[in-house]
């Protein structure tokens, strides 16, 4: 007796929660329906059905309205036949209302019964999609839909095989794989590739064969034209150097094709040029271009057919080479910090010529006032002398440059320079009760004055010059610099 209570009362609460279940989906249909939401409306009125177990006369008319709203004809034509089984009130407004839906309901598919028997043999995609629109619940949009795939099917076939390209067929088969063309597009495709392939072998140049590779993406030869098409480049490439028969044309061949089919004569090439242009350049005592040469020459062939000579060259060159002219570019510092910038030319067999500016920082100092060695100056006040004294200097100086003994050259040259002295003085800051630095200029020890000036220039390699010399102003200053070679 205790179980049976207790299944009853858990069937009680499933009716009743079932109960309230199918009464939260009529509300939502409702609202659904309310904000025009015709299919969710349908859905939660089908869900209200099938958990109470039937329709009533509330769920009824508004089901019958949300078909409509979605316009789905032939079920609101079987729904409203159930509505008039529920023996609904004649006098409601709402039963007018589905008598009135139920005038436009068979009108509509009256409406949809003519347009279907007017385009089911149409073959037109767009009298099949104006149905599909016009009826998006019809009767015969199954068949209507199968029509419309056909006819699409056979409009893209029809448009690849006016084109006739390969790109057509490809383009066809992308759409429809399964088409009704399928096959037929298939074989064209490949009767047009053995086609294609044999025009571009035969024709075998880089144009044909990259059109092949490039309108077939699944070309049944397309392993083949690679190949063919990389011997061809390198073909190419290589004829390209014996035509035009320069080093850096058949330098770039051994570059991409260091294994390649010409390769071995290719190299006989390359080494024959850096080997003769090497005795050419010997020959008319360019040094310099001779020693690049065989240097080359080993880099690229150090097993070479001309090894042995061409070492023995490249030595002699580099020793006659180092003995050659310079034009140098030079730096310099002398013994009072004066800075220069040397210009000039080291000549092997003739004399050569240099150039210099030389300048201090203390060129810039700011002597508002004069001074002489009297102590007479322009300054009206009260001063004193700090003993701290400045040389300037801002001059320049040519002259000439011998060879000595290699690589050592000689030069001597005169200069003319501005010779500035300053002093330090200090004067009293009665407002700041403090003394006040400034520089007074001497007058009696500046001087515009000219000078001798000699030394050596030293030559490395084909790179560096250092110079060592002296200059006499007031006394011997050392000078000392360091430059390059610039050709």
Do not use: C
């Not at 298939?186 to 144009?207: C, L, P, R």
């Not at 190299?267 to 040469?293: F, H, P, Q, T």
């Not at 030389?358 to 004069?370: G, K, L, P, R, V």
């Amino acid at each position: 007796m205790k179980k049976l209570v207790i299944i009853i009362v858990i069937l009680f609460l499933s009716i009743n929660t079932y109960a309230q279940s199918a009464k939260e989906n009529y509300f939502s249909a409702v609202k659904a329906y309310k904000s025009s939401n015709y299919t969710e409306a349908v859905q939660y009125l089908d869900k209200v059905v099938q958990q109470l177990g039937s329709t009533n006369i509330r769920v009824q008319p508004l089901l019958v309205k949300s078909l409509v709203g979605i316009k789905d004809w032939w079920r609101a034509k079987t729904e409203i036949a159930k509505y008039y089984n529920l023996n609904p009130n004649t006098k409601l407004a709402e039963y007018q209302e589905i008598v009135g839906l139920e005038k436009e309901v068979k009108s509509k598919i009256n409406e949809e019964e003519k347009l279907y028997l007017m385009v089911k043999n149409s073959k037109s995609v767009s009298e099949y999609q104006v149905y599909l629109d016009q009826f998006p619940y019809g009767k015969y949009r199954n068949e209507v839909q199968v029509l419309l795939s056909k006819q699409k099917d056979e409009n893209a076939w029809q448009k690849a095989k006016k084109n006739g390209s390969i790109a057509s067929y490809y383009n066809y088969l992308k759409k429809y794989p399964e088409g009704k063309y399928a096959n037929t597009a298939t074989a064209n495709i490949k009767a047009m590739d053995k086609e294609a392939y044999e025009n571009a072998v035969s024709e075998g140049t880089q144009q044909s064969l990259n059109y092949y590779l490039n309108n077939y993406p699944r070309g049944e030869y397309r392993d083949i034209v690679k190949r063919k098409l990389d011997e061809k480049i390198e073909y190419d490439v290589y004829m390209h150097a014996r035509n035009h028969n320069y080093i850096e044309d058949y330098e770039d061949y051994i570059k991409k094709y260091p294994q390649g089919k010409y390769a071995s004569e290719v190299n006989r090439v390359i080494e024959d040029y850096y080997y003769k242009s090497g005795n050419r350049e010997l020959s008319s005592k360019n040094y310099y271009k001779a020693y690049n040469y065989y240097n080359t020459y080993l880099s690229k062939f150090p097993y070479g057919s001309y090894n042995e000579e061409v070492r023995k060259k490249r030595k002699k060159s580099e020793k006659l080479y180092n003995q050659r002219s310079a034009v140098f570019s030079m730096i310099s510092l002398d013994s009072d910090y004066s800075f220069g910038y040397n210009a000039g030319r080291l000549n092997k067999d003739r004399l050569g010529g240099y150039a210099n500016l030389s300048f201090n920082f203390d060129i810039f100092t700011d002597a508002t006032y004069t001074i002489d060695n009297n102590g007479n100056s322009n300054f009206s006040g009260d001063f004193e002398l700090t003993g701290e004294v400045q040389n300037a200097r801002l001059a320049i100086s040519g002259g000439i440059t011998y060879k000595i003994l290699y690589p050592i050259w000689g030069y001597t040259g005169i200069g003319f320079g501005y010779f500035p002295q300053y002093e330090e003085a200090k004067k009293y800051d009665n407002y700041h009760n403090t003394y006040e630095d400034f520089w007074m200029k001497n007058t009696d020890e500046s001087s515009y004055s000219a000078f001798p000036e000699t030394g050596l220039f030293l030559k490395l390699s084909d790179s560096f010059v250092f110079k060592y010399g002296i200059m006499y102003h007031k006394g011997i200053i050392h000078q000392f610099g360091f430059g390059w070679q610039i050709k």
